[in-house]
């Protein structure tokens, strides 16, 4: 098994629009030869579309692109751009020279980080699919451009967060993962006690874990509603639709690894899955992979992203 860039596996490509001044943007995943797909929500509170269609007693088999956004439900209108990109491009189902290509999506809650009212635009999906990046971009950009976790105790103690991306590769059999990290809850190195992005009290500068704190308040404080972790497994293995499906679920495996409190209330938690199907594999196998690729894409979106808008970042406070 040897790691690889996302930007590696050549069937997909992935282009963002990030917009830093008001602290939202969209991340959009393309697959111009269609792939088998599947979803799974977890989170209580989900922005998404299009994901009725990923059921496997639905008729349709492929789809060509999936968004990630901010903009909560206001978000979903970037896919709107997606499409019209893709259709410009004869990429979709030909109804009769109407190009009908699909898109599915998820957005998170980032409204009010930068900008009350700012979320993706059409246009900015639009543009996303025009800047496909030829390296891993990681940190505040695209979906993850306004994400943020540790929001229990209010907003005032979160760490920002933001995009990941990783994946690796055995026998020809490659899965990768891309994930906008805004969690309720803490990002923690997978398995393990030690923090990445959690509360943090910066007048004392001292982190504070979200469990703990909850268990000895006995009560939630402030806001937690600007949250939502949307990701996407790409691989090449040969899976069907019911078998991608299953996959998203198996690959949540990797949220509760890497978050806690994880799935909560509040969080829209969802992960898509793309499939080319060119290589034979086990599904077991391609789940290990995925959760692996997930994990690491997970920490890679707390480690890279910098302190904006006010909130800390792990570098920040790793320097400190």
């Known amino acids: 098994m040897k790691k690889i860039q996302v930007s590696e596996m050549n069937d997909f490509k992935i282009g963002h629009y990030t917009d830093l001044e008001n602290g939202t943007g969209c991340s959009v995943i393309l697959c111009e030869q269609g792939a088998i797909a599947g979803?799974?929500?977890?989170?209580?509170?989900?922005?998404t579309r299009e994901t009725d269609l990923l059921d496997p007693k639905n008729m349709v088999q492929q789809i060509h692109a999936v968004t990630l956004s901010g903009g909560s439900a206001y978000g979903l209108e970037a896919s709107c751009g997606v499409m019209e990109y893709l259709g410009e491009h004869k990429i979709g189902f030909d109804m009769k020279g109407i190009y009908i290509p699909i898109v599915c999506q998820a957005s998170l809650f980032d409204c009010g980080?930068?900008?009350v009212s700012a979320y993706p635009h059409k246009e900015h999906g639009y543009y996303a699919c025009q800047h496909i990046q030829e390296t891993d971009l990681q940190g505040c950009?695209?979906?993850?451009?306004?994400?943020s976790v540790g929001k229990f105790l209010g907003f005032?103690?979160?760490?920002?967060?933001?995009?990941?991306?990783a994946a690796f590769e055995i026998n020809g059999l490659q899965v990768g993962a891309i994930v906008a990290l805004n969690a309720c809850g803490d990002l923690f190195f997978p398995n393990s006690n030690k923090p990445i992005a959690t509360c943090y009290?910066?007048?004392e500068k001292k982190r504070i874990i979200s469990e703990e704190a909850?268990?000895?308040?006995?009560?939630?404080?402030?806001?937690?509603?600007?949250?939502?972790?949307?990701?996407?497994i790409l691989t090449n293995a040969k899976l069907n639709k019911a078998e991608m499906n299953k996959l998203a679920s198996m690959s949540h495996n990797a949220y509760a690894h890497c978050i806690r409190p994880?799935?909560?209330?509040?969080?829209?938690?969802?992960?898509?899955?793309?499939?080319?199907?060119?290589?034979e594999a086990n599904l077991d196998i391609v789940s290990i992979l995925a959760n692996k690729a997930m994990e690491q894409a997970l920490v890679n979106a707390g480690i890279y992203?910098?302190?904006?808008?006010?909130?800390p970042s792990y570098k920040e406070i790793e320097q400190d």
């Not at 950009?141 to 994400?147: P, R």
């Not at 005032?156 to 991306?165: E, N, P, V, W, Y």
């Open 262 to 279: 994880v799935h909560t209330p509040n969080d829209g938690d969802t992960i898509f899955t793309m499939s080319t199907g060119k290589v």
């Open 39 to 47: 979803v799974d929500v977890r989170g209580g509170w989900p922005a």
């Open 305 to 311: 992203a910098q302190s904006l808008y006010g909130l």
């Open 113 to 115: 980080l930068g900008t």
């Open 141 to 147: 950009i695209g979906a993850g451009t306004g994400a």
């Open 156 to 165: 005032d103690k979160a760490m920002k967060t933001g995009l990941g991306q």
């Open 201 to 203: 009290d910066a007048k």
């Open 214 to 232: 909850l268990l000895s308040l006995m009560e939630g404080q402030a806001s937690c509603g600007m949250n939502t972790t949307i990701g996407c």
